[in-house]
Each structure stands twice: as C-alpha cells, then as structure tokens.
C-alpha cells in the first residue's frame, strides 16, 4: 500500500520550455504533498507544502511564479517549472502524506511516502 | 530550532560486515517522530522507519535494527551482515511540529557503499 507515482521520470527540453510533473497517491487519499528538489549528492530540500483545496506553502527563497504548485485533489498534486532554465535542472521528488488517525492524532504520526522522482535536464 | 546531523558522509564496507549509521537530532518538541529513508543509486526514496518520541523500543526488522536513545537525542541504524543490495544514501529526517503539515527535517545523509 501507499504508493505514490510521479511522472515523468525524467525530462530533456529546451530552455524557456515550462515543464510540469505529477504527483499522484494511488491507493489513498493524501491531504498534504510534499515537493523536493535534490542536487547531486546532496540532501532534500523542501520547495513547498502543497495542500488540497488551498494553496501551497513555499520554502524561503523559492519563487512561487517559478514554481508553480497545484493541489486540485486528495490524490494529484502538479509541479509546473515555468520557462525553464538549465540552472533549473535537477532531481524533483514528491511525497504525500495519508490521511490517518482519529481526532488530534489525525495526520500528526503518518509517513510520507514518496515518488519515483523527476530527472530535470534543461539544454 | 531542529536539527538533524548525520556526520558520517561516506561509510565503505565489505560484505558481511555489520554498519552502524549514526543520526542525531534536535528539537524542543516533546512530541516528535524519527524516519530513516533509503536512497538507492536509481533515486527513488523507500521509507524504512519511523519511531515516535515516546516509543524507546529498539526495533529490529530482519537485518535492519534501530537504537532510539532519548538521552543522547541519537536514533542510529544498524545493517547486520551487510549485502551489495544495501549500498544507498541513508537519510534520518526529524518530523517539524508546526501544525499539522509536519514537514521533515533531513539530514544530509550518509553514504554506504558495501563492496564485494
């Protein structure tokens, strides 16, 4: 159980190319959904906290025009990179979070399970 | 603030051998969980663990054991006779208690190459 898909696995364009990317929880429902961006060997970093229904919630210093954050249901949350530069090019993950537990417990122990990741590569 | 320090970057081992990943944390909250993530060289993120703050079990899931001490704010993992498949990123991430996003907070992982 708590798979989550994300596509496309990698991507190659042009710059100035918007690039978008999906996130979807496929056999449960995810409130909350988490974009990462990873440089070579390096840790997570969070980019933003994507909430359904409401907007998301962006790290210090990410551009919310440039990266733009869709949360439109409880399985699917969307990345769009806007004119995409080749500094913009790296390793995108998302996570989501299920819905679980009873009353204040509830989202409060859940782990995140993550995609597969996204292979930016901006020419 | 909190805080999440695995100061081991890289760790060689040779096959068989048992490996101990070290993770310390900060945090003022009472209430918190532990994770560790595997990341094998193909990307993808697979979730190993995760220990809440009250819980000082040591957990143990076949070669894979964690040691979660409260007193030295330290959850280290432990891979008993280590195989090839086990070389990865290993990243420990301390759950944030802001409101109910709970954001992670990531170490910078260690490196495990488990050489033949």
């Known amino acids: 159980g708590a798979v989550v898909s994300q596509h496309p696995s990698w991507v190659i364009c042009k710059s100035g190319t918007s690039v978008k990317i999906e996130c979807r929880s496929l056999d449960f429902q995810a409130t909350t959904m988490f974009w990462y961006r990873q440089f070579p060997k390096q840790s997570l970093m969070l980019m933003a906290t994507s909430n359904e229904g409401s907007k998301a919630t962006y790290e210090q210093g990410v551009e919310k025009d440039k990266f733009l954050i869709n949360h439109a249901s409880l399985t699917l949350s969307t990345l769009t990179v806007t004119s995409a530069h080749p500094e913009d090019s790296s390793f995108y993950i998302c996570?989501?979070?299920?819905?679980?537990?009873?009353?204040?417990?509830?989202?409060?122990?859940?782990?995140?399970?993550f995609g597969d990741g996204t292979r930016l590569s901006i020419l | 603030a909190q805080k999440v320090t695995q100061a081991q970057t890289e760790i060689s081992v040779v096959e068989k051998e048992d490996v101990t990943l070290d993770c310390v944390y900060e945090?003022?909250?009472?209430?918190?969980?532990l994770f560790w993530y595997k990341q094998p060289p193909s990307g993808e993120l697979v979730f190993l663990i995760r220990r809440n703050s009250f819980d000082e079990q040591n957990e143990i899931s076949g070669r894979y054991s964690w040691n979660f001490q409260k007193s030295t704010s330290s959850f280290n993992f432990t891979i008993t006779a280590s195989q090839v498949v086990d070389s990865a990123v290993y990243f420990c991430?301390?759950?944030?208690?802001?409101?109910?996003?709970?954001?992670?907070?990531w170490g910078l992982g260690t490196s495990l190459a488990v050489n033949p």
């Open positions: 991430a301390l759950s944030d208690n802001a409101g109910n996003n709970r954001k992670l907070i």
């Open positions: 945090t003022r909250d009472t209430t918190y969980y």
């Open positions: 996570s989501a979070r299920s819905v679980g537990g009873q009353g204040a417990l509830r989202l409060s122990n859940q782990p995140q399970h």
